[in-house]
């Protein structure tokens, strides 16, 4: 059975919380568009939470825009429980992740949103589980294997290295819902809204060959803050500027058609569907790219 979002005919500003960790350029593109187009925009956000406030700009980007802001540091949080790692892999942690996740949601509540955004958030949290949240992924998850699994999945920069390591000439940006996660191996897996147009890779004058090399030699674990090689190099370079030729495109966008109730899910087929306004019907669809300088593209 189809399932609308929102109800476009019932159109009015949807209250959005923006979850974000770092310098927060994607949230800002979502309060500047936000405050140049007032009340016409399809959404207003009522409050930013970070897991931190080193490093990140939530308090700045709070003040600039007079939005409130809730910040859970997550390290001090995990540290009232006696661990001095944030890591995911032991069951501890695990578990205080969801306690942390709960304290989360506990001041998310108060501001009553209809939707939520992860514009750069870093840590994994099941709040995906209480309300529809889009995530922002640097990575193209069009692209399948053969059994339809999505390839370029998994945290920080990973996604770009895999495309880089794989050959792919040009990467993108995609919005989804994220879903609740039951393990690292279970990630980027919810309805794929919009993806943004393709942006070259740029290799930085080294060979494909040289980065293969470099990428095979690694352990298989990943150390904490990644491997420190030229492959993560190149990999967070072409990173920043998806996130400008991306990120910045795609996420306003598709924020906002969501906004709208332009989107539709089918949970029993797991199908996608999408109308350009509440005059004409939904339609199947596999996502819908977004660009800077022309109307949305139906991928199906």
Known sequence: MIKEYFKEKELQQRKVAVFLSGSGSNAEKLLEKQNEEGTDCAYEITVLLSDRTKNCRILELGKKYNIPVEVVDIKSFYATYGLKSISLAL????KVRELWTAELYKRLKAYDVDFAVLAGFIPLTNITGYLPCLNVHPGD???E????KRLLVGLHEAPIELAIIAGKNSLRSSVIIAEPYSSLNDMDNGPLLGVSSEVAVDLQGHSLGELVKIYNARD????VGGY???V???????????????DHIVLPQTVESFAKG???FDNDSKELYFRSNSDIQFKKIKTIQYSQDSEPNIID
Not at 232 to 246: D, P
């Open 91 to 94: 069951k501890e942690g695990q």
């Open 141 to 143: 998850l069009l692209i």
């Open 145 to 148: 294997d053969s059994a339809g």
């Open 220 to 223: 298989k674990k990943r150390p």
């Open 228 to 230: 420190k090689d030229l």
């Open 232 to 246: 993560q190099e190149v990999a967070i370079h072409n990173q920043e500027q998806l996130k400008v030729a991306g």
């Open 262 to 264: 332009l989107y539709a």
